[in-house]
């Protein structure tokens, strides 16, 4: 079941800069740098109760995100909602013809496990699932 508005996720070019925007300019809290492997990006988090702010960066220049800036550059890139059962909302979902852009879920930051569902099936918005690793 969905249970929250988890995280917004917004890709930049240059992850300090935006660091120190979201840090000294806006006041937020920096939670941290985490590299997700598996994503192929590196991921700062800034939580803003009851949901977050995400920045992603491409670890390494590779994968969705340096594409993603290639095209279009920064700008608002997932939102994701917050799970207590992935597994069973992905069957849900899959079972009403929604189309996700792995077979399974994979590890996110935290410790998380993320699927996204593919933004052709939600108007262009690209939806992440999480489910919290204590959850
Ligand atoms: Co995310």
């Given at each position: 079941?969905?249970?929250?508005l988890?995280?917004?996720?917004i890709?930049?070019?240059?992850?300090?800069?935006?660091?120190?925007?979201?840090?000294?300019?806006?006041?937020l809290d920096?939670?941290?740098?985490e590299?997700?492997?598996?994503a192929?990006?590196?991921?700062?988090?800034?939580?803003?109760?009851?949901?977050?702010?995400?920045?992603?960066?491409?670890?390494?220049?590779?994968?969705?995100?340096?594409?993603?800036?290639?095209?279009?550059?920064?700008?608002?890139?997932?939102?994701?909602?917050?799970?207590?059962?992935?597994?069973?909302?992905?069957?849900?979902?899959?079972?009403?013809?929604?189309?996700?852009?792995?077979?399974?879920?994979?590890?996110?930051?935290?410790?998380?496990t993320?699927?996204f569902?593919?933004?052709?099936?939600?108007?262009?918005?690209?939806?992440?699932?999480?489910?919290?690793?204590?959850?």
């Amino acid at each position: 079941m969905i249970t929250g508005l988890d995280h917004i996720a917004i890709a930049v070019p240059d992850l300090d800069a935006a660091i120190q925007r979201f840090m000294t300019d806006f006041g937020l809290d920096y939670e941290g740098t985490e590299e997700v492997e598996a994503a192929k990006t590196s991921t700062a988090f800034f939580p803003l109760p009851p949901t977050s702010i995400e920045l992603v960066h491409p670890l390494r220049g590779e994968g969705a995100i340096a594409k993603y800036l290639e095209k279009r550059g920064g700008g608002i890139h997932h939102l994701c909602f917050r799970t207590d059962d992935i597994e069973a909302d992905v069957a849900r979902l899959k079972d009403k013809g929604y189309i996700f852009t792995s077979d399974a879920p994979t590890p996110g930051a935290h410790g998380a496990t993320v699927i996204f569902i593919h933004p052709k099936c939600c108007d262009g918005v690209l939806i992440e699932l999480s489910q919290p690793a204590e959850a």
